[in-house]
Nanobody, 122 residues
Framework: QVQLVESGGDLVQAGGSLTLSCVAS????????MGWYHQAPGQQREMVAG???????RYGDSVKGRFTISRDNANRVAYLQMNRLKPDDTGVYYC????????????????WGQGTQVTVSS
């Protein structure tokens, strides 16, 4: 069973930075793509960043140029570096995984964790 544990969320002021972490188990981490997802209050969850097993990255339009996804295969961790945060970035951030980058959007294979709360004050 794929399990994912997110951490690193906090309350920050607009313009600030945060780094989120996601530890994955139950998969051959280095062979899977990893994604980060944002669920704003009252909204559906949407993918904001993904990274393939080979390091190819993809970003949602709202975070391009501000967020950076990376991975540490040795420690089975995916990161989301968040810079120039905006109040619209507020919400719960989740990670998930799929074999291919293209499948992260609609067919992630992990069980959704509790996520980590990010609150950006104006």
């Amino acid at each position: 069973q794929v399990q994912l544990v997110e951490s690193g969320g906090d309350l920050v002021q607009a313009g600030g930075s945060l780094t989120l972490s996601c530890v994955a188990s139950g998969i051959i981490f280095s062979s899977f793509a990893m994604g980060w997802y944002h669920q704003a209050p009252g909204q559906q969850r949407e993918m904001v960043a993904g990274i393939s097993s080979g390091g190819i990255t993809r970003y949602g339009d709202s975070v391009k140029g501000r967020f950076t996804i990376s991975r540490d295969n040795a420690n089975r961790v995916a990161y989301l570096q968040m810079n120039r945060l905006k109040p619209d970035d507020t919400g719960v951030y989740y990670c998930n995984t799929a074999e291919y980058l293209a499948d992260l959007e609609g067919r992630p294979v992990g069980s959704w964790g509790q996520g980590t709360q990010v609150t950006v004050s104006s």
